[in-house]
């Protein structure tokens, strides 16, 4: 099994940044893909980013290109979503994922493993 807490969202200004944090533990956490996920009220869970087991390849969704960057500290069993420019459509409960494999993450949006989330609110 894999623990997942996910810390660091709250209430941010729309052209604001925010750093999500999600301390892994319970396997090793280098073994694992890790990725963020979020989910608006009213809307599916839709992929955010994700990142491979070296750090070596990152993944982002279209919509968060150029403003969202994700990295992990294997030392620190740590991955990071580091948001800016933030607007009002990325409100929402943010959620950390683990896998073994990119494609549950990126592709299927079904890793194995689930953080609690984390809220984020964005006001214009």
């Known amino acids: 099994q894999v623990q997942l807490v996910e810390s660091g969202g709250g209430l941010v200004q729309a052209g604001g940044s925010l750093r999500l944090s999600c301390a892994a533990s319970?396997?090793?956490?280098?073994?694992?893909?890790m990725g963020w996920f979020r989910q608006a009220p009213g809307k599916e869970r839709e992929f955010v980013a994700a990142?491979?087991?070296?750090?070596?390849?990152?993944y982002y969704a279209d919509s968060v290109k150029g403003r969202f960057t994700i990295s992990r500290d294997n030392d620190k069993n740590t991955v990071y979503l580091q948001m800016s420019s933030l607007k009002p459509e990325d409100a929402a409960v943010y959620y950390c994922a683990a896998d073994n494999r990119i494609p549950p993450i990126v592709t299927t949006g079904h890793p194995d493993y689930w953080g609690q989330g984390t809220q984020v609110t964005v006001s214009s």
């Open positions: 319970g396997r090793t956490f280098s073994n694992y893909a």
């Open positions: 990142i491979s087991w070296s750090g070596g390849s990152t």
